[in-house]
């Protein structure tokens, strides 16, 4: 029973982080495949394993890990001997993702950069709420970069203590 039980939260994970991703706006058969590969044992997983692991056809995780690998995240790799390829969580994968959401506060604030030239006549009042959003966008789109830069610097730092 507690293979079944464990098999049973192993699937409940993979769902939650495609749930995950696709609040992000990612399809949710791309945040599965992220899940699995986070818990999956070895680390790399054939298209075909995945597929089958995920109940998915091999369409979609063709679509889904190219869309993966254009993103940064995961990595097609070989292994020796063997004469299919795997996928694999791509180091730094996480710090892409937050990368990937700098490009979007780009996007939200030249979005609210066109609708201020669009209220620039009008009453102050009226342009505080995009005043507001676009504070918040130059904010955002200035300091993502930064913590990250200061995440890698945290990371190295603890793989330098594992190491003693």
């Not at 394993?49 to 070989?78: D, F, N, P, Q, V």
Request: charged fraction near 30%; aromatic fraction near 6%; hydrophobic fraction near 40%.
């Amino acid at each position: 029973m507690e293979k079944e039980q464990r098999w049973f939260q192993e699937k409940h994970f993979i769902e939650d982080v495609g749930l995950l991703l696709e609040q992000s706006g990612l399809p949710r058969m791309a945040g599965r495949i992220l899940g699995l590969l986070l818990i999956c044992n070895p680390p790399h997983q054939s298209p075909s394993e995945l597929a089958e692991t995920l109940h998915a056809s091999k369409g979609s995780i063709s679509t889904m890990t190219r869309l993966l690998i254009e993103m940064g995240l995961i990595e097609r790799i070989a292994v020796p001997e063997r004469r299919r390829d795997y996928f694999r969580i791509k180091p730094g994968a996480w710090s892409q993702i937050i990368m990937f959401e700098v490009s979007e506060v780009a996007t939200g604030r030249q979005l609210a950069e066109r609708g201020l030239a669009l209220v620039e006549n009008q009453p102050p009042e009226l342009q505080e709420r995009l005043k507001e959003a676009h504070d918040l966008y130059v904010f955002l789109e200035r300091e993502y970069p930064l913590l990250i830069g200061r995440w890698e610097k945290e990371r190295e730092k603890n793989a330098g203590k594992k190491k003693k």
